[in-house]
């Protein structure tokens, strides 16, 4: 494409954009028992319309960036099963924070990026605040649909996310309950 037919292209794009077409879709967490994280991107894969729309988007905010480098970076993101709003929010991260004026970024700048939340166990909670890296009152304990959150009958404990990922998030709290109450799932 030449730099004329980019740049055309690349406004009619951000005039899509603006008006909704690569919106972020609503956030639906998917709980990663191994690492005790609730993974925040999920859904769709990257599709081949998302990607020539990142594409434009990416060739618009790095003229530097060589089309071949834009279908990389694109393809990588396939390969590593982005969803489509971790691609989205990968290409905008970037723009937005990238500091190498006049220069490209590369492949891993948008691999890397990922949005997970840790969640922390009451002993691990109380650990943290005994060392001081964390305050009972910056933490509250959140539902997980199909995981349970209560000790008894060989059931999970209780987690913890901080406040500001319950927002950020819009997570789902309980209320504490006596240890001889139970949660129903």
């Known amino acids: 494409m030449e730099q004329h037919e980019q740049q ?10 603006s008006s ?13 028992d191994r690492a ?13 319309a998302a990607g020539e729309k990142l594409f434009l988007r990416l060739i618009s905010a790095f003229p530097k960036m060589t089309e071949t480098t834009a279908t990389l970076i694109i393809e990588r993101m396939a390969e590593n099963g982005f969803t489509q709003p971790r691609a989205i929010d990968a290409v905008n991260h970037v723009i937005d924070t990238y500091s190498g004026w006049d220069k490209v970024p590369n492949v891993a700048n948008f691999i890397q990026f990922d949005k997970r939340v840790k969640l922390l166990t009451w002993h691990e909670l109380t650990v943290a605040t005994q060392d001081g890296r964390a305050r009972w009152a910056d933490y509250s304990i959140i539902r997980i649909e199909g995981v349970s959150a209560c000790r008894s009958a060989g059931k999970k404990p209780a987690l913890y996310a901080s406040i500001a990922d ?7 709290t309980r209320e504490p309950k006596t240890s001889f109450e139970d949660w129903p799932d």
């Open 36 to 48: 005790s994280e609730l993974i925040i991107y999920t859904g769709d894969t990257l599709d081949t």
């Open 20 to 32: 909704g077409a690569l919106r972020r879709s609503e956030i639906c967490p998917v709980y990663d």
């Open 8 to 17: 055309q292209t690349a406004k009619g794009f951000l005039l899509m954009n």
């Open 166 to 172: 319950v927002e950020r998030y819009g997570l789902t």
